[in-house]
Every structure is written in structure tokens, then in C-alpha cells.
């Protein structure tokens, strides 16, 4: 479904001094900088899979979405889309791809969904039956039908991205690429959003999926690759990340009093770590082995616990840990 090899990008940008006489002087002798924001990757996903394309920001992620769509040229190496060369193909290309930035909405503002829709079934032609069709699936899966008759600048956040999820695979596109899809969205229309994606890589939908959440990466995808300064940096199951990273939670807390003692004798496995003063306390542990009420009731036990926050692990820390060969070999790229 998506084959690259070597793929490249590297943006020339105007090197401008700040000031009038820098603008002036970038007007007689314009000077370029170059910046290589994809750098070789070799990356193959086959029908059906669902992979977790990850890495901090400016990796390089959204440049080579934007290179599979074919809304980018490459500046060296191949890359084919279902076949298709993107950027010389974007028409055909756009036929076989569904797309979702979850930062921008690709439904007219001003419309009802149900017009957006249905104006997209003609930019894609899809059969009037096969449109039918379509909206009951979307209607069971993602609750679809309140949202028809509503403008689109009225939808909430979770309502929108709903919608909008509707409208990129309203065409029943064989590769669907997806740029945060959960942002700001609540725990229940995350989930929503989250079991929509397992069931259409069920039905056969491939996904390359670009988050920062983890429990997007954990539920929705069998395959991690990460990406770090326009390098492939691990590409490997996911199962690493599940057993590995996923389950840890970091428990902050502001107690009534100094804390003095080690937990770690009292809840075995858990880590603890000073905070800032005596009265702020850390504590990492196994989300599988203890309740985040465990371990509070156990501090509380011992000093009065006055507030609390609970950390989940970032992408930052599994890109930390794929450098440091926690989830196994490198495929490229040296370790910084
Ligand atoms: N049009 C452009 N011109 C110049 N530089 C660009 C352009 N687009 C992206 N870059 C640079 O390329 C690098 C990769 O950007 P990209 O948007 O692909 O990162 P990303 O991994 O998607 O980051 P984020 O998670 O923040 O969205 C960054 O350093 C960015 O500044």
C-alpha cells in the first residue's frame, strides 16, 4: 500500500539578517538555507496494517504525510501510494487515500454536515446506494445521524472530529493517513474515535497514524515506527510499547506534611522520587499491578495528601527509550 525508499525533503528557505539593511541586502544578494526535514526513509506498510507513525516535534511526520498525499515533491528517493506515485498522480492518488488533520476540518463551515457530505460524494462520485450504505455504517460506529442537520462551525470538538471522520472515508479510501485525530478530545469521544479506526483496519483500511497519545498508538495500531530528525529510529511491533511503556503512570503528589520514608518497602515495584520540597513526592508505577487509589491511600496513610496530578507516559519517553534499545535494535540512525 505504501512503499518508500530513501524518501527525501529538504526545504530551502531564504537565509535573511534581521533588520532593513538584511531585508535590502537579501534583495541584491538573496542567500538560502537548507533544511532536510525527511532524510532517507525506507518505510513499507502492507494492506491492512495499522501503524503508528510517531516522533517528537519537527521529526518530520507531517512533511512526509504531506509527501504520501503528493501535496509535497520529494527532493530524492521513491515513494508510491497504492501504487501511485503521489505528487505526479494527485488526482488518482486522492481517490485511493482519506486524510484527517485534527487540527484543521475539511467540512464547509457553513454548511450542515449532511451538505458537506453529500458534496464530497459528488467530488468522489460514490453511488447514491453506496452513499446510503455508507452513512448507516457511519451512523452505527460514530452516532453520525444527530450530527447530519447541524452547522459545522456549531459542532463541539468531539462532534467534529466525528464528522469529519465520516467525511474522509466517506469514499472508502484504501489507505486512510491521519495527523492527531484524539487532540483535545475527551476520554469518551476518544474511545469513540479509537474503536471507529480499529473497525475499519478490520474491514481491511490501512493506517498510518501520527499522534502523541499513547493509548491511540497502543489500541489502534499493531506496528510502531518512530521518526526523529527525518529518520527512521525503530520499526517494530507494538507489543514492545504495550509491555514496556504504556502501563507506566507517574504519580505526583502535594502532601500536608514532610514526607520522610521510603514506599517503595510498602508497594513493591513502585518507584519513588523527591519533588520539589519535601511536601511533593513522585511516585512511578505499574498502571497493571496498582490503582492509582493504591498507592494514594497508601501515602495518605502517612501524611495528608492535599493534591494530586497522574502523568502518562509521552512519546518523548518512547522515543528516549527506542535510543536507549529498550524496544529492541534501532533500525537506523545512531543513538545521541
Ligand atoms: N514548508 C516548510 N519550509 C521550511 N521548513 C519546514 C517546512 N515544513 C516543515 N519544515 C521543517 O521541517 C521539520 C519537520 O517538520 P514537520 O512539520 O514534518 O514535523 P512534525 O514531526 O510533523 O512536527 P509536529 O509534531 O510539531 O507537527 C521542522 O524542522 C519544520 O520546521
Redesign the pocket.
Known sequence: MIEARGLTKT?R?PDKRPGLTGSLRHLVRPRHRS?T??DGIDLTVVAGEAVAYV??????????VKLLTGILQPTAGQIEVCGIVPHRHRFANARNIGVLFGQRSQLWWDLQVRDSLSLLRDIHRIPRRRYEERLAEFDALLGLGELLPVVARRLSLGQRMRADLAAALLHSPSVVFLDEPTIGLDIIARQAVRDFLRSQCRGGTTVLL?T?DIGDIEQVCQRLVI?DG?RVIFDGPIDVVREQVARQRTLHLTLDADWAGSLDTDLPGTHLSPGTSPRHISIAFDHATYGAGEIVAAVAARAPVVDLRIDEPSIEDVVRRAYAGELGRPTSATPA
Open positions: 526545504f528557505m533544511h526535514a525527511v516522533g517528537p516535534n519537527g521529526a518530520g511526520k507531517s512533511t512526509t501520527t502523541h521518526i527525518g
